[in-house]
């Protein structure tokens, strides 16, 4: 692995949906797991684990199992220790900001007027950060131009080199789901 490859470590963040894949990103090198699938049954374990191995947990609240997509969801979440949540939708990230929880709003950049659109809405939601779908250089350009907040580049990511890409495009973190990425430690 050359030292360009090992530096991006710290950008990569684990996206995982089962709990196997949260207990190898648990003992992967990376600092920030998205919680794709994450359930009220096992939410506080899961937090447990996550921070006894010194990573922040993130939940996708869209797609939360047994977890209210609203102002108590959100309260409940924090009273867990959750560190931050990821939305599409844009009360949701409002409620949570109120409430002082980090916030991830995700876009699905389709065409140019998905670009438009992700700039309108952020300037409502006012998300800490956006995670932009699927992971493509000139979008990350063309965003980075318009927006003061820093990028994800999420989706589409299967290997390093494309990491290391888009990271170089401007990307200030990218997500995925492909544990090689992760670290050497998930090898």
């Known amino acids: ?17 089962t709990n196997d ?6 003992t992967s090198e990376v600092r920030i797991v998205f919680h794709l699938s994450p359930n009220i049954l096992t939410l506080e374990n899961d937090i447990k684990i996550m921070h006894s191995a010194g990573k922040k947990l993130f939940l996708h609240l869209d797609l939360a199992d047994g977890i209210g997509r609203d102002r108590s969801g959100i309260e409940y979440i924090k009273k867990l220790g959750v560190d931050g949540i ?50 493509m250089g000139k979008t990350i350009m063309r965003l980075k131009e ?19 890409a888009v990271l170089k495009s401007g990307a200030s973190a990218v997500s995925t789901g492909k544990a090689q990425i992760w670290g ?4």
């Open 1 to 17: 692995m050359t030292a360009t490859q090992k530096s991006i470590s710290n950008k990569v963040i684990a996206a995982v949906r």
């Open 21 to 26: 894949e949260l207990l190898r990103a648990a």
């Open 86 to 135: 990821i939305s599409t939708r844009t009360s949701i990230i409002k409620y949570a900001r109120e409430l002082g929880v980090f916030t991830v709003q995700r876009f699905f950049i389709v065409d140019s007027q998905s670009i438009y659109t992700t700039i309108e809405t952020l300037k409502s939601s006012k998300a800490q950060m956006i995670e932009v779908m699927p992971a």
């Open 146 to 164: 318009a927006v003061d907040v820093p990028i994800i580049a999420g989706g589409l990511i299967e290997t390093r080199e494309e990491a290391i």
């Open 184 to 187: 050497e430690n998930n090898e």
